[in-house]
Every structure is written in structure tokens, then in C-alpha cells.
């Protein structure tokens, strides 16, 4: 909430903005860094689609 209450200053205009956030663990060692990067992806989308301005995190 303090993100979405912050506002920028800019050519005498307030700039609102909100942040989606998509975590995702490092559960096994084995896992690919590129793996990590996807379902953190995944969970970025999901925190989109369920209204933005959040932080879901990825499970499978």
C-alpha cells in the first residue's frame, strides 16, 4: 500500500504507479536457474491477472 500511495513528481504532473511481484523458491538444488526464472515468471502473470498491484507466489 505504501507503493500505491507514493507518487512521482514530473512536468508538473503526479505520476501514480502500483507493483506486481512474481516469487518463486529455490526448493532443490537441482532445479535450473532457468526453471526459477520461469515460475517466478508464472507467478508475475498471476499477480497481473488477479488484479496487479500483489505479490503471488509460484506453486506447483
Same mark, same amino acid.
Do not use: H, P
Given at each position: 500500500? *505504501? %507503493?500505491? $500511495? #507514493?507518487?512521482i513528481?514530473a512536468? $508538473? *504532473?503526479? &505520476? @501514480?504507479? #502500483?507493483? *506486481? &511481484?512474481? @516469487? +518463486?523458491? @529455490? @526448493?532443490? =538444488?537441482? %532445479?535450473? *536457474?532457468?526453471?526459477?526464472? =520461469? /515460475?517466478?515468471? +508464472? +507467478?508475475?502473470? =498471476? +499477480?497481473?491477472e $488477479?488484479?496487479? /498491484?500483489? %505479490?503471488? %507466489?509460484? #506453486? #506447483?
Amino acid at each position: 500500500r *505504501s %507503493i500505491e $500511495n #507514493t507518487f512521482i513528481e514530473a512536468n $508538473n *504532473s503526479k &505520476i @501514480l504507479y #502500483t507493483v *506486481s &511481484i512474481g @516469487l +518463486a523458491c @529455490l @526448493l532443490d =538444488k537441482n %532445479i535450473a *536457474s532457468k526453471m526459477l526464472l =520461469k /515460475n517466478a515468471d +508464472a +507467478a508475475l502473470y =498471476k +499477480a497481473k491477472e $488477479n488484479g496487479r /498491484n500483489r %505479490i503471488e %507466489i509460484f #506453486t #506447483t
